[in-house]
Antibody
Framework: EVQLLESGGGLVQPGGSLRLSCAAS????????LSWVRQAPGKGLEWVSA????????YYAGSVKGRFTISRDNSKNTLYLQMNSLRAEDTAVYYC?????????????WGQGTLVTVSS | QSLLTQPPSASGTPGQRVTISCSGS????????VNWYQQLPGTAPKLLIY???QRPSGVPDRFSGSKSGTSASLAISGLQSEDEADYYC???????????FGTGTKVTAL
């Protein structure tokens, strides 16, 4: 069974940093590209970042470029999101999501999410 | 500001057909396939439709998707109470080099 389990969320002050983790199981981790998607309270979904299966390709939304860094450790089956210079508008539930294999860009499995609150 | 526009809400009585539209542009829907996600209250999103009109295993056939030009739509034939959820369209955007979600539509069974 495919499982994605996020952790690392919490309360952080504006300007602070936080690192999220997503532990994966039930599939060949290194074969799949992964993404982070966030959802502000009461708002819609926003794609944040993506990384290829090997980790040699990364992509970012304009709203987080230069502040967030996505990475993965294929030996530990874990995805990360390092978030620096956090702002109030980064407050959201952060989901990790697996990209479906093949040529179609879609997310076939999602974690349950971890809440990040940026506030003083 | 999302590049994919959806109506904020849609509703119908149980058994009715409900349709949700998704309007994009040449750099997203016009160039790439469209996906739809269902988010039940308090839960993570779930892939409902991929590649415009394909249903993952386990998704009921009352859900169907279509695409024409720079727009797409999701239809629910025979609305059921358990279909009450938020629905999001999504596609890769070649100009942004990123994935974009629609604004979301809340479906209510009256």
């Amino acid at each position: 069974e495919v499982q994605l389990l996020e952790s690392g969320g919490g309360l952080v002050q504006p300007g602070g940093s936080l690192r999220l983790s997503c532990a994966a199981s039930g599939f060949t981790f290194s074969s799949y590209a992964l993404s982070w998607v966030r959802q502000a309270p009461g708002k819609g979904l926003e794609w944040v970042s993506a990384i290829t299966g090997s980790g040699d390709g990364t992509y970012y939304a304009g709203s987080v470029k230069g502040r967030f860094t996505i990475s993965r450790d294929n030996s530990k089956n874990t995805l990360y999101l390092q978030m620096n210079s956090l702002r109030a508008e980064d407050t959201a539930v952060y989901y990790c999501a697996r990209r479906q294999l093949g040529r179609f860009y879609c997310f076939d499995y999602w974690g349950q999410g971890t809440l990040v609150t940026v506030s003083s | 500001q999302s590049l994919l526009t959806q109506p904020p809400s849609a509703s119908g009585t149980p058994g009715q057909r409900v349709t949700i539209s998704c309007s994009g542009s040449s750099s997203n829907i016009g160039s790439n396939t469209v996906n739809w996600y269902q988010q039940l209250p308090g839960t993570a999103p779930k892939l409902l439709i991929y590649s415009n009109n394909q249903r993952p295993s386990g998704v009921p056939d009352r859900f169907s998707g279509s695409k024409s030009g720079t727009s797409a739509s999701l239809a629910i034939s025979g609305l059921q109470s358990e279909d009450e959820a938020d629905y999001y369209c999504a596609a890769w955007d070649d100009s942004l080099n990123g994935y974009v979600f629609g604004t979301g539509t809340k479906v209510t069974a009256l």
